[in-house]
């Protein structure tokens, strides 16, 4: 009984590896890991004052990253080379050269002037001031 089983959870086994080969590839057959429309993957946020933007750029400088402000969409698109050390040859790859371009309409208006964009260690933050029409306004209420 303990052989039979054995063979049972190696034959899940098998589908799901195949099933993983499968999801490697998109509907007309082309590698789709990463995914670019998915990747690299953002968060935005709102912090009252600010939008920021988190992007996980691992491999990526300032000089690869271009940042678009149009209106209320905001723009990200760049290019990752891998390309091996001079003198080295590939004998496995996992992490491929890459471009992407994502775009993203922002919940409301900034301040394209005082967009700051900074990289460290792997992760670019994007903060974008709010127009002063948009941010938050405290207003007191007073008794009759």
Known sequence: MLRRWSEFERSFAALDE?????????????????NQSTWPRMNL??????LVLKMAA??????????????????V???REVNPPEGYSVHRQERGSIEFK??????????GEKVVATVTDGVMTVTMPKAAEDKPRQISV???
């Open 102 to 111: 994502r775009s993203f309409a922002l919940p409301s208006r900034v301040d």
């Open 58 to 75: 691992p491999g990526l400088s300032e000089s690869d990253i271009e940042l678009t402000l149009t209106g209320e969409t905001l723009t």
């Open 142 to 144: 007073k008794a009759n």
């Open 45 to 50: 946020y709102d912090n009252g004052s600010d």
């Open 18 to 34: 195949l099933r993983r080969y499968m999801n490697l590839y998109d509907e007309r057959g082309r590698r789709a890991w990463p």
């Open 77 to 79: 698109a760049g290019k």
